[in-house]
């Protein structure tokens, strides 16, 4: 068996992070050292250890040209026990350099170190769990080359960011560290994030804040809204209005539950028909303007809108999902996907007034699957695609596609457009985009850019970013080792919101970490480019 390595420069470079080809679970990947004595490795674990016998590489880092860092495990398969310990080696030389810190597992029974990055100078490992493969913990490592110094680490929780805003002169993204939310700005010269010019918000008026629902400029400045509270900056402070905003939230009890059985039924239920009404009204259907039965292309078939969307959609994201062309005619495009599960309905309903027409999104068929995923035809899967995230530009409404890869389900990903004009769909099909399902869309008129992911069974894994020319269809895949929530152009720059942070993707088409991460003494930071 060969150690499978999976690379990352420095942030101060190109992160062309390779996505591994499994984990530390999967067969072949854990290298056995116990007879080899790799690098020395072996060698000098028994310095410490005489009745040390085994081990194991479970992973590796090049952080240069002729140095890596490398994870072992001891004690035997499943190897998860420990002690484990982290070593800096030469990979062209096969030399021993050093051992930069012994790692205990956070759980013996239940977890499993593994190398998230590596630079010069620093490695970080995250404690996953044995049954799901998610992260439980990490650390951060510094340690300077050769020297003998111990090497001095920190605890930290990532930034998940979900959105990015741009308010007068800055990026606002909204984030999640562990618990509780985070707002991030990043201030703005000359079209690209200024060097120094940050800001981590972790609370308002003296309280922590929660994680943030969605953001938008209005009311002349900036909100940020959650289910319990709102957050506002007018371009010179920030404060905190407590309560949900009954525009984007519904009350969270039901009209008919302060009242008791026998109180609903009383006087031929007068109380029940007048909470039900409110049901009604709460369910928004007014908001869609369309409740009822809808014509579809196939006469006789009809599509269906709800006349009330308690449960299956917040007030927020039914209006997120509503593409208005005109208020007076009323007309108006609902981007929709039920909640039926993988035979989920998904396409576009066209109002207009008081009708509606529903224009279902192709759904591959065997074909495709085995033109674009001959791997996935060869053992046949429950094709599920659902329209993802979309975005309006010009006459179309472009979006990528979503689905299940788990549990004998997949689908065919891909970019596409519905034409609002001639009423049909195209789907931009591509052998590289075709495993991925899409978790982040943003269209221009010569690049539709779509973060890449894959949703497995209790797992989702990143795919990177890919650039799609919306006239040939012809893909380019970008690696983002993290997975992508947001994309947003700035000058010649695209920037990211990712699981781990923030990213940019520079004219160059290199993927730069700016951060937040952490440094030897506990600091977040940012890495900026010049």
Sequence with gaps: MSCITKSVFSVLLLIACISPAGAWWDPGYVTDISTTNLYGITAALKKEDLELDQAAII?????SADRAVVLVGTGGSPWWSGPFGLFLVDPLSGKFIKKIAAVTSIDPRNAMP?????????????HEDVDSGGELARRKYFFNGPSTAPATSQSYKPVKI???TRFNDSLYFTG???????????GLKNGKPATGDWGMIKNISGENLTPITFSKIERGGLRMYTPSETYAFDGKAWSRTKGADARYFRPEKDPCSRFSTDELMKNNGFLYEKCDKERHTQGDAALVGYEGRCETENPGEYAWLHNSYTGILERHALSANLINISKT???RFFVWNSAAGYEAVTGIYDIKGKSCKFYPMPVPGNDILKRYRPD?????CGLNDKLGPFQKLGDRIWFCKNFYGGEGQCGVGAAGFFDIKAKVFEILYSSQTAKWSCSAILAEENTVWMGLQHIGEGSVSSGGLAAVNPATGEAV?????????AIQRIGDSIVLGGDEGIYMLNAAGQALFLGPDVDKDGNYQFNFQE
């Design 59 to 63: 992973a590796t880092r090049r952080i």
């Design 114 to 126: 593994d190398i998230k990055t590596a630079g010069p100078g620093y490695v970080t490992i995250v």
């Design 162 to 164: 979900n959105s990015i």
């Design 176 to 186: 999640q560290q562990g618990e509780n939310g985070v707002i991030i700005r990043l």
């Design 329 to 331: 005619p009323l007309r």
């Design 376 to 380: 996935r035809a060869a053992h046949g």
């Design 477 to 485: 895949i970008h690696e983002v080792p993290s997975g992508i929530s």
